[in-house]
């Protein structure tokens, strides 16, 4: 089956720095989803991409998705303490209707 | 707007017990997810309706788990016999349209079996 995966799984960084998590997935994507989960909290969506080389930012978030559709990233410029929490990315399992969800990066912010 | 609704928030239980999970999903989504999370399995998609009818339970660990949605505002999740490895915490979801449409993920039921 589909398997997806992130790295690094854990990032410390002190306020200010930027953060970058990376997503790859074994197998071609229709579409990728990004979420965040704070800590004790649930996924919240973040963003979605669907075109091949698309680039979508949000504020100091930019979001990537791969020319071949198997990778995507997402980069946060000058970490804030909000930052906190695990970001997922997710995708449909062989542009099929079952979702399949990263193991996550979880970002740490040094105040 | 109300989000997606699941209760009980929390349920501690004697292993052996049955346990049921509930949803409301956000009104006019026409798909559900049951998700659950632990630390070493991460993120698990259990079952997933279209329409009301169970698309993939691939995902359900075994015949204790069983999940219905009988109507398109309402779906439970049930454990029969509960035993401690179930513990996690259990997330519902729905979005407008499966795979390729935004999840909204509902607070969670936090499920402790002693």
């Known amino acids: 089956g589909q398997q997806v995966m992130q790295i690094p799984q854990y990032q410390h960084v002190q306020e200010g720095e930027d953060f970058t998590t990376y997503c790859n997935s074994s197998?071609?994507?229709?579409?990728i989803q990004w979420y965040k989960q704070r800590p004790g909290g649930h996924p919240v969506f973040l963003i979605q991409?669907?075109?091949?080389?698309e680039v979508k930012k949000q504020k100091r978030l930019t979001f990537q998705f791969g020319e071949a559709k198997k990778n995507s990233s997402l980069h946060i410029t000058a970490t804030q303490t909000t930052d906190v929490g695990t970001y997922f990315c997710?995708?449909?399992?062989?542009?099929?209707?079952?979702?399949?969800f990263g193991p996550g990066t979880r970002l740490s912010v040094l105040p | 707007d109300a989000g997606v609704i699941q209760s009980p928030r929390h349920e501690v239980t004697e292993m052996g017990q049955e346990v049921t999970l509930r949803c409301k999903p956000i009104s006019g989504h026409n798909s559900l997810f049951w998700y659950r999370q632990t630390m070493m399995r991460g993120l698990e998609l259990l079952i997933y309706?279209?329409?009301?009818?169970?698309?993939?339970d691939s995902g359900m660990p075994e015949d204790r788990f069983s999940a219905k949605m009988p109507n398109a505002s309402f779906s439970t999740l049930k454990i029969q016999p509960s035993e401690p490895r179930d513990s996690a915490v259990y997330f519902c979801?729905?979005?407008?349209?499966?795979?390729?449409?935004?999840?909204?993920f509902g607070d969670g039921t936090r499920l402790s079996i002693l």
């Open positions: 997710a995708g449909p399992e062989n542009y099929g209707q079952n979702f399949v």
């Open positions: 309706f279209n329409n009301n009818v169970p698309i993939d």
């Open positions: 979801a729905s979005s407008p349209g499966g795979g390729s449409q935004p999840q909204h």
């Open positions: 991409l669907v075109k091949s080389g």
């Open positions: 197998t071609t994507l229709s579409n």
